[in-house]
């Protein structure tokens, strides 16, 4: 019996992707999303269980560090808890990949098509990984860093948290590493603070697929206090063509040269294999 060949991209697109969202006050994202999405022929799951409404001080206690609701506003909490909450989907549902969107996606690239390029070198990742799939930082690989035929480019940190590609065993070990250290920050700046401790690796994926409306302009969100306008559009406009045309002439010090990183994947899977081996142990 043949056993049917793995298919990255047709997995996300049927089961995989799960978008943060607000109950209220955002119904005309919720409806774009549903119209484009349609359009696109994506399945997707909206994430609203980390709503405000939701919140009960043994929900906060047990995600986040003591006195968080004092250093972060209630939407920022929201959006952080439904990026954890689409954490345990992952893990419960036991999906390999996942992507993660908040809920002002706009398409560069062809998904599809873009997963299907970038499909072998996922696949032939180390597992425990997030790939940034999003330009909302305005960051990327120089002219020198971007090599031919490749996608993926190891980082020392995210560029926001509105797009990403995230695997099952970064998934899990998020919410093991949970267990003992809490939260205590917005969910982008948490991902620096997981790649920082090796809890995860990050990748960015060039060119990216996606744009958040609430960086260029076209779209508020649900944390950003910046409203739509036509002058921030114009602006993002600028900056972006700016950065991807003459920005990178200068290698991004975000990005670990591909002499190091084989060094820094075998000590990351030493660390892995000792705390596996803790575990069995314990």
């Known amino acids: 019996m043949k056993t049917q060949k793995y298919n990255l991209s047709t997995s996300i697109a049927q089961q995989a992707i799960f978008i943060v969202h607000a109950k209220r006050g955002y119904e005309y994202h919720e409806k774009r999303i549903i119209d484009l999405f349609k ?3 994506l399945n997707f799951e909206f994430i609203t269980d980390g709503d405000p409404s939701n919140f009960t001080p043994e929900l906060i206690d047990k995600y986040f560090t003591k006195g968080i ?6 939407g920022v909490l929201s959006c952080t808890l439904n990026h954890i909450f689409i954490y345990e989907q992952i893990v419960a549902r036991k999906l390999p990949f996942a992507l993660v969107l908040e809920n002002d996606p706009f398409f560069l690239k062809d998904l599809r098509e873009e997963l299907d390029l ?3 070198e996922i696949l032939n990742l180390p597992s425990g990984f997030i790939i940034s799939l999003e330009n909302s930082t305005l960051r990327f690989p120089s002219y020198w860093q971007k090599k031919q035929g490749k996608s993926l480019y190891s980082a020392i940190d995210g560029r926001m948290a509105g ?3 995230i695997d099952f065993a970064a998934a899990k070990r998020i919410l093991e590493d949970l267990k003992t250290t809490k939260c205590h920050t917005v969910i ?3 991902h620096n603070s997981l790649i920082d401790r090796k809890v995860v690796r990050m990748y960015w994926a060039h060119p990216a697929i996606f744009e958040q409306g609430s960086h260029n302009g076209q779209m508020s969100s649900t944390i950003s206090t910046k ?5 921030r559009q114009i602006k993002w406009k600028i900056q972006k063509y700016y950065k991807m045309l003459i920005g990178r002439l200068i290698n991004s010090k975000c990005l670990i040269p591909d ?5 820094n994947e075998l000590n990351h899977e030493a660390q892995i ?3 596996e081996m803790s575990e069995l142990r314990d």
């Open 39 to 41: 359009e696109k022929k």
């Open 69 to 74: 609701e004092n250093d972060l506003s209630r």
């Open 118 to 120: 970038m499909s072998e």
């Open 163 to 165: 797009a990403y590609l």
């Open 188 to 190: 982008d700046w948490w």
């Open 227 to 231: 409203p739509k306008n036509r002058g």
């Open 259 to 263: 002499s190091e990183v084989e060094n």
């Open 273 to 275: 294999a000792v705390l």
